[in-house]
């Protein structure tokens, strides 16, 4: 059974940083990439950012140069690392194995909240 299970959300003030992370089970994690979407309120699902199995990362504009997303395969987990976050930061954050052309699986989602 694959499980992915994100934790490290909160609430933080503007200019702060979280770092996100989301475990994985019951998947070969080496071999898939991996992304990190969020979904704010009243807006769609977007996809922060991805890394590939061989490391290769993307991120969307709204967070390139604040946001960095890394994975460690011994741990089977990938993190989020958010610096200098904005208001318009705050969405619920997911952890994605990405569809290759086979499956694909959801984290539950962990709440960000960036506000004074």
């Known amino acids: 059974q694959v499980q992915l299970v994100e934790s490290g959300g909160g609430l933080v003030q503007p200019g702060g940083s979280l770092r996100l992370s989301c475990a994985t089970s019951?998947?070969?994690?080496?071999?898939?990439?991996m992304e990190w979407y969020r979904q704010g309120p009243g807006k769609q699902r977007e996809l922060v950012a991805d890394i590939t199995s061989d490391g290769i990362t993307y991120y969307a504009d709204s967070v390139k140069g604040r946001f960095t997303i890394s994975r460690d395969n011994a741990k089977n987990t990938v993190y989020l690392q958010m610096n200098r976050l904005k208001p318009e930061d705050t969405a619920v954050y997911y952890c994605h194995k990405a569809y290759d052309g086979l499956s694909e699986y959801w984290g539950q989602g962990t709440q960000v909240t960036v506000s004074s």
């Open positions: 019951g998947l070969i994690f080496r071999s898939y990439t």
